[in-house]
Nanobody, 126 residues
């Protein structure tokens, strides 16, 4: 089971980026998948997640209406489209999968996610 993030980079404030999380070894659409981010010196926080049960989603208040999580089942990939990125969006972004027997909605609780990618750096310049 592996998760691989890509799509990070340098973007100007107000710009857009799309992060990709390619899954292998399991069908990502059968499980809850989340995007987290970590700013140096701070705890990792959940940005968004998508349920493997019914496709319902969660967004951190700070990214609602600007970020969109989606999945391409044929590509076994989950995306995070980030629009109107602000400087506080500078962080390492991780995707994570909850591979426990699935029920209910996806969660923002980090400890529930069993598998993690290596992360991709997003830097937002002024």
């Amino acid at each position: 089971v592996q998760l691989g993030e890509s799509g990070g980079g340098l973007v100007h404030s107000g710009g857009s980026l799309r992060l990709s999380c390619a899954a292998s070894g399991f069908r990502s659409n059968d499980y809850h998948i989340a995007w987290f981010r970590r700013v140096p010196g701070k705890q990792r926080e959940a940005v968004s997640c998508i349920s493997g049960n019914d496709g319902s989603t969660y967004y951190h208040d700070s990214v609602k209406d600007r970020f969109t999580i989606s999945r391409n089942n044929a590509q076994n990939t989950v995306y995070l489209q980030m629009n109107s990125i602000q400087p506080d969006g500078t962080a390492v972004y991780y995707c994570a999968a909850d591979l426990r027997p699935m029920y209910g909605d996806c969660s923002a609780a980090e400890h529930l996610y069993t598998n993690w990618g290596q992360g991709t750096q997003v830097t937002v310049s002024l």
